[in-house]
T-cell receptor, first 115, second 115 residues
Framework: EPEVTQTPSHQVTQMGQEVILRCVPISNHLYFYWYRQILGQKVEFLVSFYNNEISEKSEIFDDQFSVERPDGSNFTLKIRSTKLEDSAMYFC?????????????FGPGTRLTVT | AQKVTQAQTEISVVEKEDVTLDCVYETRDTTYYLFWYKQPPSGELVFLIRRNSFDEQNEISGRYSWNFQKSTSSFNFTITASQVVDSAVYFCALRGGSTLGRLYFGRGTQLTVWP
């Protein structure tokens, strides 16, 4: 069964460093999302992306964050200058739009630890 | 505004007991979608079910059943004859009128099933 994949599974970085989290959505999906989950808290929406542009973003998704689809398969989230409070699990999700089924399928997550 | 409330933070049951996880939602949209996701200890988010606002039929899938009641804005999830493998955090989520919009998650309910 097709699935969303994410790399790395765990990333440790120092405060102020840039990180790029990578996602490979399900191949025929065209709508992509990033969510994050601070340890023990609820899952929060960051941004959605369609047709090479941001569709919607939350108040969390400030200028430190950016997303990109650099090629036909990858979808990345970049944090320019990480802060301690960016430590969280980051989930990528994708959704198909052609069949009328709009479930968001989530990847396994990348645990980001900022020290 | 969209909001999901899962009042039960933690529930513990003994194997074979039935357990119901509560979910109450708020939305002004006339069309909306409700979801349940499971997050096992390994951390990934596993899609369980989607319910459209115009379909109030309850659903059963094996040991799982869902009770959607628009009159009380609730979408409760029951596990019958619980098993240790059901131990996980369960999230209820809401998506507003846009079929591809962001998900709003509740805070989750930690279910522990003891042998």
């Amino acid at each position: 069964e097709p699935e969303v994949t994410q790399t790395p599974s765990h990333q440790v970085t120092q405060m102020g460093q840039e990180v790029i989290l990578r996602c490979v959505p399900i191949s025929n999906h065209l709508y992509f999302y990033w969510y994050r989950q601070i340890l023990g808290q609820k899952v929060e929406f960051l941004v959605s992306f369609y047709n090479n542009e941001i569709s919607e973003k939350s108040e969390i998704f400030d200028d430190q964050f950016s997303v990109e689809r650099p090629d036909g398969s990858n979808f990345t989230l970049k944090i320019r200058s990480t802060k301690l409070e960016d430590s969280a699990m980051y989930f990528c999700a994708s959704s198909e739009i052609s069949s009328g089924v709009y479930e968001q399928y989530f990847g396994p997550g990348t645990r980001l630890t900022v020290t | 505004a969209q909001k999901v409330t899962q009042a039960q933070t933690e529930i513990s049951v003994v194997e074979k007991e039935d357990v119901t996880l509560d979910c109450v939602y708020e939305t002004r949209d006339t069309t909306y979608y409700l979801f349940w996701y499971k997050q096992p200890p390994s951390g990934e988010l596993v899609f369980l079910i989607r319910r459209n606002s115009f379909d109030e039929q309850n659903e059963i899938s094996g040991r799982y059943s869902w009770n959607f009641q628009k009159s009380t804005s609730s979408f409760n999830f029951t596990i019958t004859a619980s098993q240790v493998v059901d131990s996980a955090v369960y999230f209820c989520a809401l998506r507003g009128g846009s079929t591809l919009g962001r998900l709003y998650f509740g805070r989750g309910t930690q279910l522990t099933v003891w042998p």
